[in-house]
């Protein structure tokens, strides 16, 4: 993969410095690029398919479908970076980058290849790192060659933990799952020796983070074997193994309870084994416990609300999870559900908390409205736009005065959603959202506004009489609280 700084100087002729640190333009890399492929490909080359007798056939092949290293440097990434960064290692990484976003999987690998140029200690993530990527999504890599490529960066002790991982997540992606097995079984037994001279902390860690997905490896089984058999006819081996790989699954995912840390997808696989073998309550206490142990973790409250209500939880167990969960995303779609469950209760016939419930349900509506999510979405104007009318019609003043307290603590909402130059060209692609703003502008701000004014023309010409009777009578309702109050 790397070459000696020999070969390096040897390679470089006089447009690199002696020390291999400084790429003066252009060319010169271009030319490094040709130095090191007509060095020892099969040491230096990440992508090692080219055949030495055919160089100038191959070079006329990329030239016709790819455009070159040096062609691509000048046309798509210097023009972007002042002349100081139009050299050396900062113009290769750029151009790396360039490719890798744009998947010009030839030219990055060409990239990382001259990296090896540069001290390899220094600069070795992002060879592992880059050159990974690229072998896994090159059309031309093989097994064999990735497998060559991880063996030799193991040899590195640096990120060797984390290296090995990557492994594994690629041959999960290919469903080679016995090869993972062995993987993680592997590094299980590897990591006694290796980890005893580590922090104490950083090998509890890695320690945690392999059982994980050791778990992980044995929940795959499991699904498998759960999908592939038919339950009402497994055999008994089969059912005793399906237990077998449950335990085993549980005890290692079930060592991350109490742990701090974003553990998302092993939990859910955890609690789908529990849910599904019919341990509700061990799945409730594992999804409850997340939930205490990372805060600040919306997931952790998602799972848990969805958890309940896949398995009939109560109305309120519902509405205190989901309170937890919007008060950390307003903006998330579960808040629509909430408002859902609190306009329930606000419609039930029991007086108790009823003011306290008219509040609750009326700033959780409005805290939605406050992100741009909501700002063309039809359903919240609407739930808003109904409550307005039908409090003002019963002239409820402590609904009401929810209202616009709520009401009175935005005031850039006028310049925010009811801005003239919006509701013209709202009244255009979605006429619905427009009228229920235009409600809600009448109950709130005032029938005489030029936002009012502006949406009810518009219905007048195009002879709209239904909504424009819906604006006139929510006129009338605030006209008369006005004369009461």
Not at 202 to 211: A, Q
Not at 251 to 268: H, Q
Request: net charge neutral; charged share 30%; with cysteine.
């Amino acid at each position: 993969m790397t070459m000696d700084k020999s070969k390096d100087q040897e390679s470089s002729g006089d447009d690199f410095q002696t020390d291999g640190k400084t790429l003066h333009d252009a060319e010169s890399i271009n030319d490094a690029s040709k130095d090191v492929s007509d060095a020892d490909t099969s040491d230096t080359s990440i992508l090692d398919s080219d055949d030495p007798g055919n160089l100038e056939d191959e070079e006329e092949k990329e030239e016709e479908h790819l455009p070159g290293l040096k062609d691509f440097l000048k046309k798509n990434v210097t023009d972007r970076f002042s002349v100081g960064e139009k050299t050396g290692l900062p113009l290769l990484l750029a151009c790396l980058r360039e490719c890798l976003l744009t998947h010009r999987w030839n030219e990055a690998s060409h990239a990382v290849e001259m990296m090896c140029l540069y001290p390899t200690q220094q600069y070795e993530d992002y060879v592992w790192k880059c050159g990974v990527e690229i072998l896994y999504s090159h059309p031309g890599s093989d097994p064999a060659l990735i497998e060559q490529f991880n063996s030799k960066l193991e040899g590195v002790n640096k990120q060797l933990k984390k290296k090995r991982l990557e492994k594994v997540f690629y041959l999960l992606s290919r469903q080679q799952y016995k090869e993972a097995h062995l993987e993680v079984r592997s590094f299980k037994r590897s990591r006694r020796t290796k980890l005893r001279k580590e922090d104490a902390k950083t090998s509890k860690f890695w320690e945690l983070l392999i059982n994980s997905y050791s778990g992980m490896l044995q929940y795959m089984t499991w699904h498998q074997n759960f999908e592939s058999v038919d339950r009402e006819s497994q055999e008994a081996d089969t059912a005793e193994s399906g237990e077998f790989e449950v335990r085993r699954a549980c005890v290692s995912l079930g060592k991350l309870s109490g742990r701090p840390g974003v553990w998302d997808i092993f939990i859910t696989k955890h609690v789908e084994i529990l849910e599904t073998t019919g341990k509700i309550e061990e799945a409730k206490e594992v999804l409850e416990k997340y939930c205490t142990q990372c805060q600040d973790n919306p997931n952790a409250f998602r799972y848990l609300y969805r958890f309940l209500k896949r398995n009939n939880g109560s109305e309120s167990n519902l509405m205190q999870i989901l309170k937890e969960f919007v008060r950390r995303v307003p903006s998330d779609p579960l808040a629509l559900e909430l408002v859902r469950l609190q306009q329930l209760a606000v419609k039930s016939k029991k007086k108790k908390k009823h003011n306290e419930r008219i509040h609750a349900f009326t700033n959780t509506l409005f805290n939605m409205l406050d992100y741009p999510y909501w700002y063309k979405k039809l359903k919240p104007w609407k739930i808003l736009s109904k409550h307005l009318t039908k409090v003002f019609r019963r002239q409820d003043t402590v609904a009401i005065k929810a209202a616009q307290d709520c009401w009175s603590m935005r005031n850039w909402w006028p310049s925010y959603h009811f801005d003239v130059k919006s509701a013209q060209g709202l009244l255009k692609s979605n006429k619905k959202v427009v009228l229920q703003k235009a409600l809600v502008a009448i109950f709130l701000h005032t029938p005489e506004s030029q936002f009012v004014h502006i949406v009810k023309k518009h219905f007048m010409k195009k002879d709209e009489t239904k909504y424009i009777k819906l604006l006139e009578d929510a006129a009338e309702l605030f006209e008369e609280y006005d004369l009461v109050s």
